[in-house]
């Protein structure tokens, strides 16, 4: 089976981020950045189905320079291949931007089964995956806790309000989005990081795919206004002092409002 899974990458959990002069992003500068949680859930689903049955994983990403690092990591987590699609004429795209490259390149590598995450760490739109089976035209299910494949199908069985799974069963090709913590991720290894540096990072321009003046700001129907963090509250208190100490006073607080 070939699968292939979009991976983004995004600014790492522990960075601290500020917002760019222009308000409209965040300052990427002098920050770290990693694959996205969501995504790195998807790559390991990807590998154990790799593990279990053979096959190919292809990671995709669209991104500038540093994209590189992440699509390194999951080469080395044991990803066959990647496809980097690094051009500034994607910069600023849109959810549907973002869908139709990826829609480009899974036309010509016709995978059967496309992994996307529930959504991404910074964005947090939700939107990339069913977009891209849509324009893919084929079938999607989204939030999946875990896997399996048989007899030319997947089962996945997702996440519902209230604890509830739902099972649900798609016949290939198709596309699934994943949920955190619906596995354990591997670390790439050393032997793992010294095979990466001989596989392919195949990198495209979105002219290559064949979408030039389709994504990127211009196209983008989308635009971000403003970017802020909100002003705090007119009644905020911060609590100070050691853990037990806060804790005392935040129990003294609610039973002052009558709440315990
Ligand atoms: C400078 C700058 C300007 C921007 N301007 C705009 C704007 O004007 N309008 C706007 O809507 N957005 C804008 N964006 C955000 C942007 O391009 C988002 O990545 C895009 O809108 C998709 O949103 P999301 O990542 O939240 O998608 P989600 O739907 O939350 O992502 C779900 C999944 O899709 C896949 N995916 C998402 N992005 C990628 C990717 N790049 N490569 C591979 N897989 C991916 C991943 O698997 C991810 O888990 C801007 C970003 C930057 C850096």
Redesign the pocket.
């Known amino acids: 089976m070939k699968i292939m899974v ?3 990458q995004v600014p790492h959990q522990d960075a601290r981020l500020d917002v760019k002069g222009d308000g ?2 965040i300052q990427e500068e002098g920050i770290k950045f990693e694959i ?1 949680q ?2 790195q859930n ?1 790559l390991e689903a990807a590998l154990q189905l790799k593990d279990a049955s053979g096959g190919e994983v292809v990671v ?4 500038p320079e540093r994209v590189t690092q992440s699509l390194r990591t999951a080469l080395g987590m044991g990803a066959d291949r990647a496809v980097h699609v690094k051009d500034p004429e994607a ?5 549907l931007g ?1 869908a139709k490259i ?1 829609a480009a390149v899974a036309k010509a590598e016709s995978p059967d089964l496309l992994f ?5 760490d ?8 069913p977009m891209l089976a849509a324009l893919l035209d084929v079938p999607h299910t989204t939030t999946a806790v875990s896997l399996k494949h048989e007899n030319g199908s997947i089962q996945v069985e997702r996440e519902l309000e209230g604890g509830a799974l739902e099972v649900v069963e798609l016949k290939t090709p198709c596309l699934v ?1 994943t949920q955190t913590g619906m596995n354990q991720v591997r670390y790439a290894s050393l032997k793992g990081i010294m095979a990466a540096k001989k596989k392919t990072i195949d990198v495209k321009t979105v002219a290559d795919l064949g979408l030039a003046g389709q994504v990127g ?1 211009g196209a ?1 129907k ?3 206004e403003k970017l802020y963090l909100p002003a705090k509250g007119q009644g905020a208190e911060i609590l100070s002092g050691s853990v037990d100490e806060v804790v005392g006073k935040l129990v003294g607080k609610i039973k002052e409002l009558g709440l315990l």
């Open positions: 979009c991976i983004k409209t992003w996205n969501y995504d998807a995709v990403s669209v991104g910069d600023g795209s849109d959810p973002i990826l996307t995450g529930f959504m991404s910074d964005g947090n739109i939700a939107a990339v995956g989005t700001a983008a989308v635009k971000i």
